[in-house]
């Protein structure tokens, strides 16, 4: 039987006909790694009740990317460069990872998800790469270029999960402008040269978030698709270790 990934869809705005959307990317990278992609709408009555009874068909929890996270979630007021804040969609996903913890089913989160990770751990985000890390390099490429252009290189901390999964390092794509600042009780394992937070895991190895779209990556790079391919072994039973996953090339694309 196929792990069930429940990934939240949200409000579309400003449309004829008002929808929920997800980047297809998203879905399409789960099925191709052997997943069952479970859409959960958040409706504008979402509640912990509703989170509860979707986390009961799930095996496992996609947090896609999306909107600038609300500081007041960490305890900061609003930088000028934040916008497009969504509260009601950041407070369905903390609940929805916070049950996922809960209950011990793994998480994976992209870009905002992995944000939304640390927001939900008791960390904190820098609003705004550019004006407050303004050493930092070019975190936000030009959309027009594709999707799977990719522009900087991420270094995992050795020995860290996602070491195992993708090696010393390795180039991706990248579209933000805010980036982990604390992990909270979460250990940060990917890196840029500039010192910007690529990847976040948990001590247990079920959680795990990075800053860039491996979903637009998996039709290019065999390292993307295995990122999918750990998650949603990790969502089935039994449980196997990710050097298992590795095993056929670590080192591929």
Same mark, same amino acid.
């Given at each position: 039987?196929? %792990?069930?990934?429940? *990934?939240?869809?949200?409000?579309?705005?400003?449309? =004829?006909?008002? !929808?929920?959307?997800?980047? #297809? +990317?998203?879905?399409?990278?789960?099925?191709?790694?052997?997943?069952?992609?479970?859409?959960?709408?958040?409706?504008?009555?979402?509640?912990?009740?509703?989170?509860?009874?979707?986390?009961?068909?799930?095996?496992?929890?996609?947090?896609?990317?999306?909107?600038?996270?609300?500081?007041?979630?960490?305890?900061?007021?609003?930088?000028?460069?934040?916008?497009?804040?969504?509260?009601?969609?950041?407070?369905?996903?903390?609940?929805?990872?916070?049950?996922?913890?809960?209950?011990?089913? %793994?998480?994976?989160? *992209?870009?905002?998800?992995?944000?939304?990770?640390? =927001?939900?751990? !008791?960390?904190?985000?820098? #609003? +705004?790469?550019?004006?407050?890390?303004?050493?930092?390099?070019?975190?936000?490429?030009?959309?027009?270029?594709?999707?799977?252009?990719?522009?900087?290189?991420?270094?995992?901390?050795?020995?860290?999960?996602?070491?195992?999964?993708?090696?010393?390092?390795?180039?991706?794509?990248?579209?933000?402008?805010?980036?982990?600042?604390?992990?909270?009780?979460?250990?940060?394992?990917?890196?840029?040269?500039?010192?910007?937070?690529?990847?976040?895991?948990?001590?247990?190895?079920?959680?795990?978030?990075?800053?860039?779209?491996?979903?637009?990556?998996?039709?290019?790079?065999?390292?993307?698709?295995?990122?999918?391919?750990?998650?949603?072994?990790?969502?089935?039973?039994?449980?196997?270790?990710?050097?298992?996953?590795?095993?056929?090339?670590?080192?591929?694309?």
């Amino acid at each position: 039987m196929q %792990p069930k990934i429940l *990934i939240p869809v949200v409000p579309t705005t400003g449309e =004829v006909l008002p !929808g929920y959307r997800v980047g #297809q +990317d998203y879905v399409n990278a789960v099925a191709a790694a052997g997943g069952m992609p479970l859409l959960a709408p958040i409706t504008p009555s979402f509640d912990r009740g509703a989170a509860e009874d979707w986390m009961a068909l799930a095996d496992g929890l996609l947090l896609a990317g999306g909107e600038d996270v609300d500081p007041a979630l960490y305890g900061q007021e609003p930088h000028p460069k934040t916008s497009a804040i969504c509260r009601g969609r950041d407070d369905a996903e903390l609940i929805l990872l916070h049950l996922a913890m809960e209950q011990k089913k %793994p998480v994976f989160g *992209i870009c905002r998800g992995m944000q939304v990770m640390a =927001v939900g751990c !008791g960390g904190s985000l820098w #609003q +705004d790469i550019p004006s407050q890390c303004p050493e930092a390099g070019c975190h936000a490429q030009n959309p027009a270029a594709g999707r799977a252009q990719r522009i900087h290189t991420v270094y995992p901390v050795w020995d860290s999960r996602l070491h195992k999964l993708l090696g010393e390092k390795y180039r991706t794509n990248s579209f933000h402008h805010q980036a982990v600042k604390e992990a909270g009780s979460l250990l940060t394992t990917a890196f840029t040269k500039d010192g910007i937070v690529e990847a976040v895991e948990s001590e247990d190895g079920r959680m795990l978030g990075v800053q860039w779209h491996p979903e637009n990556l998996v039709m290019s790079s065999r390292r993307a698709l295995r990122l999918f391919e750990h998650f949603v072994n990790l969502c089935s039973q039994p449980v196997k270790k990710p050097e298992d996953i590795c095993k056929d090339g670590r080192f591929l694309v």
